[in-house]
DNA sequence: TTCGTTGCAAAAGGTTTGCATACCA
DNA sequence: TGGTATGCAAACCTTTTGCAACGAA
């Protein structure tokens, strides 16, 4: 995020302040955040911002691959930027919503392998994981509260 | 499908002219459908049915296991009734809408083994497979029309 | 008779779009 | 200056809910 220049062909990226406060609020935000959370906090930093801006933002830096969108329960998107390293998995507490990164590298050859042995191709995959984390767990760490 | 009886505890299940369609038009439709199309189905079939019902309906097979659920790109909940053998992932094809069940045991454990090494618990997991398949691709087999 | 179920209309929620205005390059 | 980006309000869509009427057990 911070070392990845925004530049892409189709759409041309012009530099605006409010394009600049999203990806500050989006990197201030380590877990997946919505745009709606989003647009509260930058609102609530004194920011001058429209939810309309706030989501088309989201939209160019999901294309341009910039950000990692996962989905809740209640089909709300959530993002959260992605490493300079690329394709990410992430596991979120249904709890307290701390999102930590996974290596699914097994999981990824498994996915590929997928194309051979299918007849599908140009397989894409979305992998989502929840759990309670250690800390929130009612007899593990000091619970919340 | 055919062979679970729906029988839960917690809210009763009643047999109703309504729930009946909704199952007969959910086993009709091999693959995944939506909520609305279902519905425009039935109707179609000369059932009367609200859409509020074929939701509930779907609502409650869902938390009873017995169907399977998958999100469109959009957001759009789609179902389809998961075999008796319990869960499952599928492969849908981006073109058609077909999909075809993958072996994903490894997946599976890969899951479990996470429990062991994040320090998470009850951790539930999400897979979501797209492609195009062999049928569906330019080069491939005969395109479609 | 009882209590779960239905269905309509309306609400809810998140996301997108129309359009006039503001502004970067 | 030209073409993007912005922002407000309104549109959209899917899903949920309130509530009176219905019907299975």
């Known amino acids: 995020m911070e070392d990845a220049p925004i530049k892409e062909h189709r759409p041309s990226w012009r530099a605006t302040r409010q394009r600049a406060a999203v990806l500050r609020a989006l990197r ?3 877990n997946f955040v919505s745009a709606t959370h989003l647009h509260a906090a930058l609102t ?3 920011a001058s911002i429209g939810l309309t801006t ?6 160019v830096l999901e294309r341009t691959g910039h950000v990692d969108v996962m989905r809740e329960r209640t089909g709300e998107r959530l993002y959260r930027p992605r490493p300079a390293d690329g394709h990410r998995h992430y596991l979120v507490c249904r709890r307290c919503g701390d999102s930590s990164p996974v290596d699914a590298e ?9 194309t051979a042995s299918t007849g599908f191709s140009a397989i894409e995959h979305a992998l989502e994981l929840t759990g309670i984390c250690g800390p929130c767990l ?5 619970p919340p509260v």
């Open 138 to 142: 009612p007899g593990g760490k000091p």
């Open 54 to 59: 706030v989501y088309r933002t989201l939209r």
């Open 28 to 30: 201030e935000a380590a």
């Open 44 to 46: 609530a930093d004194g």
């Open 106 to 114: 097994s999981v990824e050859r498994w996915v590929e392998d997928l």
